[in-house]
């Protein structure tokens, strides 16, 4: 049953809260079973998703500096999870992509997730995609409401 606009949201709150932390929890789990830091480890999935990234957009999508971006693909490039290629849209850049390994890391934090969302998936009528869809499309509506 749909709440009211005029409700009090605090339990919406508290349960949108309990998701947030209990994410945080599993993603630091999956990135010290990885041997990574949780930083990393999202920088693997963007990588992952789009083939491959470059370093400035790694350090935007985790709002990191270039510094700190830098130290931490150097730590992964030696891990062996990602490499450097020269970037052919700019010779003084670098275009960064998964290797088996950094592909295996992204695989299992896929498999563990799909697990979850497919058990409540099913338990709500397969109801849940609809709603984390409409869910993040608010969220990043309001993102875009708010002012620097």
Do not use: C, K, W
């Not at 209990?22 to 930083?39: D, F, I, K, Q, W």
């Not at 934090?109 to 984390?132: C, K, N, S």
């Amino acid at each position: 049953m749909p709440t009211a606009p005029d409700s009090d949201p605090t339990d919406l709150i508290a349960a949108f809260e309990a998701v947030v932390r209990a994410n945080a929890s599993l993603v630091g789990r999956l990135s010290a079973r990885a041997g990574v830091h949780e930083n990393a480890l999202r920088a693997l999935v963007l990588v992952s998703d789009t083939g491959y990234s470059t370093p400035t957009e790694v350090a935007g999508y985790l709002g990191l500096t270039s510094g700190a971006v830098t130290n931490m693909i150097d730590r992964m490039t030696n891990a062996g999870l990602l490499e450097r290629a020269p970037n052919p849209d700019d010779r003084r850049g670098s275009l960064l992509r998964l290797l088996p390994d950094g592909e295996a890391v992204v695989q299992d934090h896929r498999r563990r997730y799909a697990e979850v969302l497919r058990e409540v998936d099913a338990a709500h009528g397969g109801a849940a995609l609809a709603v984390l869809s409409d869910l993040a499309t608010a969220l990043y509506q309001r993102a875009g409401d708010v002012e620097p």
